[in-house]
């Protein structure tokens, strides 16, 4: 957890709130032996990286914070959650049972936790399964658009190296197939196609705000800036 510590250093984070993610995490297993320290680093990486695009924006400090607090605790739940299915099926359980076992979503975690409601729902931004919120039309939210992509940009081997992302989606059509195939909910598109078109849609409207010409330029400036 080292990493991840030294990453939350450098981050704007009270101190009520920095232990309020450190106990989570260890509620959640993600601290200590056994534990998950790469998703921790994860989180905190894509809290650095939502934090850079919005101070780029010139965002206000109160929404670096909340881009801040949503990314270091957007996937605790989730892995904890993986961890459990797994550790349920290979004693023999089938898959819909640990999945019913082990449901209890990301969103009433973090409530319980005392996670404030607005960073709750900040951090349910992030993955295909909140495209509804950013397709056909972006939102009026530059933070919500920056947290969104950040989870997107942070896809290299460990969830915690920067990547272009037309590499991330590569990446995600070669990993799950369904992402690909399923295209009912969404007038004939795949959610990757969609995913894809969403990221670069959001990278441009950063583009616009900041000195580069292109989403793509931008990109590539923080992948060099990060990694
Ligand atoms: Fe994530």
Known sequence: MAQFLALLGDLPI????????????????LWGPGGWPNTAVHCAKVAQ???????LAELPISAVENVVFAGLVHDARKSFEKAQIAQLTSGG???????TAAACTQATWLIEFGIPDHIVGLSG?????????????LPDSLPAMAFHVADDLCGGQYGDELVM????????????????????????RSWIDVQAEVADQIMDAFATQ????????????????FN
């Open 14 to 29: 009270s101190t009520e709130n920095e232990e309020l993610v450190i106990r989570m995490f260890m509620a959640c297993g």
């Open 125 to 137: 931004l992030s993955g295909h399964t909140s495209l509804g919120g950013f397709y056909p039309e």
């Open 49 to 55: 990286v939502a934090m850079e695009l919005c101070k």
């Open 93 to 99: 359980m089938s898959k819909d049972d640990a999945y």
């Open 210 to 225: 900041t000195v580069f010409q292109t989403g793509e330029a931008l990109n590539r400036w923080l992948v060099r800036y």
């Open 165 to 188: 992302l037309h590499d991330r989606m590569a990446q995600l059509r070669e990993r799950y197939d369904w992402l690909s195939n399923t295209r009912e909910e969404l007038g004939g």
